[in-house]
């Protein structure tokens, strides 16, 4: 009898699946590191959190009539929101591309899959034989082995997706009953859905996401058409005025944030890191952070808040809402 050799994808009998987001892969198809979660991952978003939570309780205190804040036109308010909702979806598009690799075996498993399915094509017939090599001669090795591995864990992918897809619906019908003429239509987590899908176009590139980011963000900030004014429309971007709405974060230019978080990913999580400028110094940087384990309690609470940021998300306002409540009367 052989000894079956270690697998570390397997834990205590058990497939090890990577929670929610993070994964211990490239997009080589080589393990980076044992672990599934990356903290350094998780305190950013936390950080987001923290900054949201402050954001949130000040708006609610001016619903109060506590302070005066214009928020639609205070530089700083503009300032702290764009930061807020651009670390999320940055730090969105690095988890992204860290998901892009959880779904894929390691290159053995698909190998002996391969040469399975390579049994069963040659019995089939030329057409079909036909069909599978022009693919292979068309497709690069590795790109290939992500398209038959589906490159993402689809359960898990699949159910992330509908929980923040019926979490934005539920962000919609609550809107609509306290501010039912500026009803949140497409908010975060609505932007959040959509790009979770678009993203997935553009796991594969690098230098691409980076360009196309930075254009994206440009264009979304300086284009403007009437079309876009459509209510059918709004939620691309690109408005000449700013829709009656308590949130709203168009696909122009957000979705550039994403894909410029995906250029990070790849560029400071993949080992070996990606040819290019600062190869060496993004190499040392993703060590460093990939080693990083937040030991203190500020970081702790920070990974904590990053791990469980949907419902946290969707929990905070209600009971700073009871809070102010219990202080202030209606």
């Excluded at 040469?115 to 497709?139: D, E, F, N, P």
């Excluded at 999580?269 to 040392?284: D, H, L, M, R």
Aim: aromatic fraction near 14%.
């Amino acid at each position: 009898m052989h000894k079956k050799a270690h697998d570390p994808h397997r834990q205590s009998g058990k497939t090890a699946v990577p929670p929610n987001h993070y994964s211990n892969h490239d997009t080589g198809c080589h393990p980076i590191h044992p672990r599934s979660r990356y903290p350094i991952v998780d305190a950013a978003r936390g950080a987001a959190i923290v900054l949201m939570f402050v954001y949130h309780f000040m708006f609610d205190l001016r619903y109060y009539n506590v302070v005066a804040i214009d928020f639609n036109n205070d530089p700083v308010w503009l300032g702290l929101r764009t930061l807020i909702v651009g670390l999320f979806l940055g730090v969105m598009g690095v988890s992204l591309h860290l998901a892009t690799a959880s779904g894929l075996r390691n290159c053995s498993r698909s190998r002996s899959r391969d040469a399975a399915q390579g049994k069963s094509v040659r019995k089939s017939g030329v057409y079909t034989q036909y069909m599978s090599i022009l693919r292979t001669l068309l497709t690069p090795r590795c790109a290939l082995q992500r398209d038959r591995e589906q490159f993402l864990n689809q359960r898990a992918f699949v159910r992330r997706l509908l929980q923040v897809v019926g979490c934005a619906a539920l962000v919609s019908i609550s809107s609509y009953m306290m501010f039912p003429k500026s009803m949140i239509f497409f908010g975060i987590l609505h932007f959040i859905a959509a790009a979770s899908v678009l993203g997935l176009l553009f796991y594969r590139w690098f230098w691409v996401n980076l360009a196309m980011g930075v254009a994206l963000i440009v264009v979304g900030l300086t284009v403007q058409h009437p079309w876009f004014d459509q209510p059918g429309w709004q939620w691309i971007g690109l408005m000449t005025h700013k829709p009656l709405t308590e949130d709203y974060v168009p696909l122009l230019p957000w979705f550039g944030v994403v894909l410029l978080g995906l250029f990070v990913g790849k560029w400071i999580f993949s080992t070996p890191p990606v040819a290019g400028p600062f190869t060496e110094w993004a190499g040392s940087l993703g060590k460093s952070l990939v080693q990083w384990q937040g030991k203190s309690r500020l970081s702790r609470l920070l990974i904590f808040g990053g791990r469980h940021s949907l419902p946290i998300y969707m929990l905070h306002q209600p009971v700073f809402f009871a809070i102010l409540y219990l202080f202030l009367g209606t």
